[in-house]
C-alpha cells in the first residue's frame, strides 16, 4: 500500500514540478544508501554515523538503520561506520557512478575496547546493479588505462551498440550526430551541427558513461544515445602522469608504396622531382607555348622544363622518411590557496599523410583540459572545465579513396579540396550548493564555440579567382584531349589548384542550466530542472561550381525543463520523468514557397520586390520518459525502459549546398543564395524555418544476471523513427528552383544486444559480446519534389519515387576482449615478468547476404565476401623505480595483418580474373585493369595494415 501511495504522488508531482523548475544539466554524481546494523542480532542500529573518507559527505541512520549520501562524485572511497559502543568499521573499494545507487551495508560489533580500533574490509562491489533501467556502460578510469587504445572512440567501439563502419561512429544503428555528448555536465559539439568533440584525453577522463537504452528526462536533444565524460579533479597530493608514442616511418597502406621510382606505378610528383624523368620522357611535358618536349619546335629543354617545375610545385611529404609522434601530459594537485586544486591534460600528436600531402607536410591535432575546483564552504563548492581540440589536417592523411587512383589506373594527388583548419572548445562554471543532507542543487554557465573554415592554399598566387584547376606543364592529352598512355590525368601538387569551395565558420552557444536534488525519503528522490542557450552562428561559404554564396549571422535559441522521480523499494526500482523542450530559430518564414523571395511577382507586375514574411515561433513538445528495474534477486535484475526522444534538426550545413558534406541538405536555417553580380539574390538552398522536430519512440528490455562473477546481459531494442529530415526541390513560377527541406521520412531500428564480462580484478578481466541489427527506411508525407499550383512545368522526376519501405541490414558483430596481468611480487627471472599487462581487443563484422556490397556477383550467382576482422594488442611492463613508476609498451594495430576486401575494384574486371579471384578465396586480384592499365594494388582493401607503436610512461 505504502508503494502505491509514493507511486500515484511522484506520478501527479511530475506534471507541475515539470513547469517549475531551476535549470537541467547532465547528471554528475551518484548516490550511496546502505543499513547499519548489529553483527550479531542483526538489529537496526540508529544514530551510527556513516562518513565518506576525504570528502565533508556523511549521514546517520535512522530509527530502521538506513541511511543516505547524496551528491558523491564518482570514484573509488572508503566509507567508515562508527557508533559509540562499536568498532569502526570501513569499506575501501566503494566505486560510485553517475546517475547510480551503491548500496554498502556494515554489520559492526559490539566492543569493550577504547575507543579508535577500526576494523577494516574491502566493500564487494556488486557486479549486477539493482537499479539498471536501462542499459548503461560505466568506464572507469583504471579499465580505460587497461585497454589498448590511445582515442576515445576505440574504447567506445568496444561496447555492444556502438560500431565504427566506414568510418562513422553509429549508435544502435544511430549516428554520431543523434548522440548527446557531454563533458563535465556541458555540451561538447559543434553548435551548428551536432558534430561532437570525441578528442579528450584518455588520461583526463575519471569515468565514462555511456547511454544507449532510454535515458531520463535530464538528457535531451539525442534519439541515439548519451556520452557523459567526468573528467578528473586534482588532489591534495600532487600527481601527474607523462606518455610518449612514437611510430616508425613506413608505408601504412596497401599495394605498391607511391615513393619508389623503380615502379611501373607512376606517382607524377614524386617522379617529376626527378631530373632524369623529364629526359627520359619528353612526350609527356610541353613549354609554355604547349608544345611538346619530343616536337623539335619546342622552346625548352628538359633541364628548363624540370626547373619550372621545382619552382611552382610543393612536394609531396614521403612518407617513407616520417614519423608519427605523440606526447600526453596529465597534472593534478593543490593550489597555493587553501581547498583550491587544479587538474590539466595536454596531447600534441602529429603523423605523416597516410598518402602524401603537398601543402601541410604532417598532420596535427592539438587536445587539452583544464578544471579548477575550489571548497568554498563545507557545503559549497565551485568548479571550473575546459576543454579544446585543434585539428591541421588535409586531404590523405588517414585514410584513402577512390580520388587516388587516375583513369589510367596510376597513382594520382589531387589537392582540390582547399586547406582546411578546425579549432573548438568549451568553459563551463559550475556552483554545488548543499542545502541539507537531502537535497543541493547545481547551476551551470557553460559557453562552446567551433571555428571552421577552407581556403586557399598558403602562397597561391591565383588562388581562388582561377576558378577551375590550371593547365600544368607536365602533359596529360594530346592534341585531340585523349590521355597520353603512361600519362597522367589528374593535376597534382600544382602551384596553383583552382577551388570549388571555401568556408569560414564561426559557431558559439551560451548555456546557463542547473538542477536541483531532494532525497525526500529512502525510497523517493526528485530531480528537477532545465536549461537556456542562445546560439550565435556566424556563416560564410561560397560555391563556385554553383556560383552561390552564404554570408549571414543567425541567432536561434533553445531549452528545456524536466522533472524526474527514482523510486527504489526491494523488488522494484522506477525512474519516471517528463521533459518539455523548446526551440526557436529566431529568424522569418517565407510565407510563398514558390516565390519566397517575391522575384517572380514582382519581375511580372514590374515592382520592387516585398516578400512576405513572419516571425519564426517557438516549438515544442513533451516526452516522457519510464524506466523499470525489477531485482529478482542480488545477482539476477530485469529492466524495461521506453521514452519519447526529440532532436530538431541541425541549424546549418557545411558543404557546396546541393548535397551538403552528408548526401542531403537538412539545415534549418540554410541560406545559399546566388551570387548578387548576376541579377537579383535567388534562393539556392534555404532551409525550412518551420521543420518540426524529429521523434524517436524507443523500447527496451532485457535481464542480467551474475554466473559466478561473469555477468551476462540480454537486451532486446526497438526504435520507431519519425519526422526524419529530407531534402525537397521546389520549383518556382518561372521553372527555376532551389532546395529546402522536409520532414518526410520514416525508421525503425531493433537489434539484440548480448553481453558477457568480467570485471578486472586480480590477475584478468575481458568481455564478449554480440551485437544484431536491423531495420527499415521509408518516405511519405512531403515529395521529393514539388511545384507552383496549376504549374506546368515538367519537372522529369517521378513524386512518388522512393515512397515506400527499404529494409536494411547490418553485418552482426562479434566483439572480445581479454586482459592478463602478472602479480606484483613473481619470482622467475628475478621478477622480470612480475607487474607485465597483455590487453587485446578483438573485432569480427560478419558479411550478410541481403547487403548488395557484402557479395560478389558473376553469372547470376553472388558469392559472399570474408568476415571483417580486427585485432589490436598491448603489452605494457611496469618497472619497479620509484618515485616515478616508469612504464614500457608496444602497441599494435591490427596485429594479424586481416584484409578487407574491397569487391567494387574487381567489378568490371575480366571474366577470367574475376573466376580466379573467386576460386581464390578474394586473394588473388587482377593484375592489369579492363583499360590495360595495372590493377589499383592501393585500393583492394578498405582497411589498413599492421601497424606497430611504441611508448613510455611515467607515473607520480
Do not use: C
Not at 511522484?10 to 547499519?36: N, R, W, Y
Not at 599495394?255 to 619528353?282: F, K, V
Not at 578481466?765 to 551485437?771: E, R, S
Not at 590487453?839 to 558469392?863: R, T
Request: neutral net charge; without cysteine; charged residues 20%.
Amino acid at each position: 500500500m505504502r508503494l502505491k501511495k509514493v507511486l500515484a504522488a511522484a506520478i501527479i508531482l511530475s506534471l507541475p514540478a515539470a513547469f517549475h523548475p531551476p535549470q537541467s544539466i547532465a547528471g554528475t554524481t551518484g548516490k550511496i544508501v546502505g543499513k547499519v546494523t548489529e553483527a550479531k542480532t542483526q538489529a537496526p542500529l540508529p544514530g551510527a554515523s556513516v562518513l565518506l573518507a576525504g570528502t565533508t559527505l556523511g549521514a546517520a541512520t535512522d530509527l530502521a538503520g538506513d541511511y543516505f549520501i547524496i551528491n558523491v562524485p564518482p570514484g573509488n572511497y572508503s566509507l567508515t561506520a562508527s557508533m559509540i559502543g562499536y568498532k569502526s568499521l570501513t569499506k575501501t573499494g566503494v566505486t560510485v557512478s553517475v546517475d547510480r545507487t551503491t548500496r554498502v551495508d556494515f554489520r559492526i560489533e559490539e566492543t569493550v575496547i577504547e575507543m579508535g580500533e577500526t576494523v577494516t574490509v574491502l566493500a564487494e562491489r556488486p557486479l549486477v546493479e539493482r537499479d539498471e533501467t536501462s542499459t548503461r556502460h560505466f568506464v572507469q578510469a583504471q579499465e580505460i588505462a587497461a585497454r589498448p587504445a590511445s582515442q576515445l572512440t576505440q574504447i567506445l567501439t568496444t561496447l555492444p551498440g556502438i560500431d565504427n563502419v566506414g568510418g562513422e561512429l553509429t549508435v544502435r544503428r544511430g549516428t554520431l550526430d543523434q548522440v548527446a555528448f557531454i563533458i563535465d555536465g556541458m555540451r561538447a559539439r559543434n553548435p551548428l551541427d551536432f558534430q561532437p568533440y570525441t578528442g579528450i584525453n584518455l588520461s583526463a577522463i575519471r569515468e565514462l558513461e555511456v547511454i544507449t537504452g532510454g535515458f531520463n528526462a535530464e538528457y535531451g536533444e539525442a534519439q541515439s544515445g548519451v556520452f557523459n565524460i567526468i573528467t578528473k579533479e586534482g588532489s591534495p597530493r600532487l600527481e601527474g602522469y607523462s606518455e610518449l608514442r612514437w611510430t616508425p616511418p613506413g608505408k601504412h597502406h596497401w599495394g605498391t608504396a607511391l615513393y619508389d621510382y623503380s615502379t611501373t606505378r607512376y606517382w607524377e610528383n614524386s617522379h617529376a622531382r626527378h631530373l632524369q624523368w623529364w629526359i627520359d620522357h619528353p612526350d609527356q611535358w610541353v613549354d609554355p607555348n604547349g608544345v611538346a618536349g619530343n616536337d623539335p619546335r619546342a622552346s625548352w629543354t628538359p633541364e628548363q622544363a624540370y626547373e619550372d617545375y621545382m619552382r611552382t610545385h610543393q612536394p609531396l611529404t614521403d612518407y617513407t622518411e616520417r614519423s608519427g609522434l605523440q606526447g600526453e601530459l596529465s597534472l593534478g594537485g593543490p593550489l597555493p590557496v587553501r581547498n583550491l586544486f587544479f587538474f590539466v591534460s595536454g596531447r600534441y600528436r602529429t603523423a605523416p599523410p597516410i598518402t602524401g600531402n603537398s601543402y601541410r607536410k604532417m598532420g596535427s591535432w592539438i587536445d587539452a583540459t583544464a578544471k579548477v575546483t575550489f571548497q568554498l564552504r563545507p557545503n559549497m563548492k565551485l568548479m571550473f572545465s575546459s576543454f579544446a581540440g585543434s585539428a591541421n589536417t588535409n586531404w590523405g592523411m588517414e585514410a584513402m579513396g577512390p580520388g587516388w587512383v587516375s583513369p589510367e589506373n596510376k597513382y594520382a594527388y589531387v589537392d582540390y579540396p582547399g586547406y582546411p583548419k578546425y579549432r573548438i572548445n568549451g568553459q563551463t562554471l559550475k556552483l554545488t550548493h548543499t542545502l541539507s543532507k537531502n537535497s543541493f542543487y547545481e547551476a551551470y554557465l557553460s559557453r562552446s564555440f567551433t571555428y571552421r573554415s577552407q581556403s586557399t592554399f598558403p602562397n597561391d598566387e591565383a588562388g581562388w579567382e582561377t576558378g577551375a584547376p590550371q593547365t600544368d606543364r607536365l602533359r596529360a592529352v594530346d592534341a585531340n584531349g585523349n590521355a597520353i598512355p603512361g600519362g597522367n590525368s589528374n593535376l597534382i601538387g600544382l602551384h596553383t589548384t583552382g577551388y570549388y569551395y571555401r568556408g569560414r565558420d564561426r559557431d558559439a552557444d551560451l548555456t546557463f542550466s542547473g538542477d536541483y536534488l531532494s532525497q525526500l525519503n529512502k525510497n523517493w528522490q526528485i530531480k528537477s530542472g532545465g536549461d537556456f542557450t542562445y546560439y550565435s552562428l556566424n556563416r560564410f561559404q561560397e560555391a563556385r561550381t554553383y556560383s552561390v554564396i552564404e554570408r549571414a549571422v543567425y541567432h536561434p535559441y533553445e531549452g528545456n525543463l524536466y522533472f524526474q522521480n527514482k523510486l527504489e523499494f526491494e523488488g522494484l526500482i522506477m525512474n519516471l520523468g517528463l521533459r518539455y523542450d523548446f526551440y526557436n530559430p529566431n529568424d522569418v518564414v517565407y510565407l510563398d514557397p514558390f516565390d519566397p523571395f517575391d522575384l517572380v511577382a514582382a519581375a511580372r507586375e514590374n515592382r520592387e520586390p516585398n516578400p512576405r514574411t513572419e516571425p519564426t515561433r517557438i516549438s515544442g513538445q513533451l516526452s516522457p520518459r519510464l524506466g523499470i528495474s525489477h531485482p529478482i534477486s542480488e545477482r539476477a535484475v530485469l529492466h524495461f525502459s521506453y521514452g519519447h526522444f526529440f532532436q530538431r534538426a541541425t541549424f546549418g550545413n557545411y558543404g557546396e549546398g546541393y548535397g551538403g558534406e552528408g548526401g542531403e541538405v537538412t539545415g534549418i536555417l540554410n541560406t545559399y543564395l546566388t551570387y548578387p553580380a548576376f541579377g537579383d539574390s535567388l534562393p539556392y538552398n534555404l532551409g525550412n524555418r518551420k521543420l518540426k522536430p524529429q521523434k524517436a519512440v524507443a523500447y527496451e528490455v532485457g535481464v542480467e544476471r551474475n554466473f559466478g562473477g561473469l555477468v551476462t546481459d540480454v537486451t532486446a531494442f526497438y526504435k520507431d523513427y519519425r519526422n526524419s529530415v529530407r531534402t525537397v526541390q521546389v520549383f518556382m513560377a518561372d521553372g527555376t528552383s532551389y532546395l529546402t527541406t522536409g520532414n518526410s521520412d520514416y525508421a525503425d531500428a531493433k537489434g539484440l544486444e548480448l553481453q558477457v564480462r568480467k570485471p578486472l580484478a586480480g590477475y584478468w578481466g575481458g568481455y564478449l559480446n554480440y551485437t544484431w541489427t536491423t531495420g527499415i527506411f521509408g518516405r511519405s508525407g512531403d515529395p521529393d519534389v514539388i511545384a507552383a499550383p496549376g504549374s506546368d512545368i515538367q519537372t522529369g522526376i517521378d513524386p512518388t519515387k522512393g515512397i515506400g519501405d527499404a529494409i536494411l541490414y547490418d553485418p552482426p558483430r562479434l566483439k572480445f576482449g581479454l586482459t592478463l596481468a602478472t602479480p606484483e611480487k613473481f619470482a622467475p627471472l628475478r621478477g622480470l615478468l612480475s607487474k607485465i599487462e597483455l590487453a587485446l581487443d578483438y573485432q569480427v563484422y560478419y558479411p550478410h547476404k541481403q547487403i548488395a556490397s557484402h557479395n560478389f556477383v558473376e553469372g547470376g550467382k553472388a558469392f559472399i565476401r570474408p568476415a571483417d576482422k580486427n585485432a589490436d594488442l598491448r603489452l605494457r611492463k611496469e618497472l619497479d623505480i620509484k618515485p616515478l613508476l616508469p612504464t614500457v609498451f608496444v602497441e599494435i594495430r591490427n596485429v594479424f595483418n586481416d584484409k578487407w576486401v574491397d569487391l567494387q575494384t574487381v567489378s568490371d574486371a575480366q571474366p577470367e580474373d574475376k573466376a580466379r579471384f573467386i576460386n581464390s578465396g578474394f586473394e588473388v586480384f587482377p593484375e592489369k585493369s579492363p583499360n590495360g592499365g595495372p590493377f589499383p594494388d592501393v585500393l583492394q582493401y578498405r582497411n589498413l595494415p599492421r601497424m606497430v607503436i611504441f611508448g613510455a610512461a611515467i607515473r607520480f
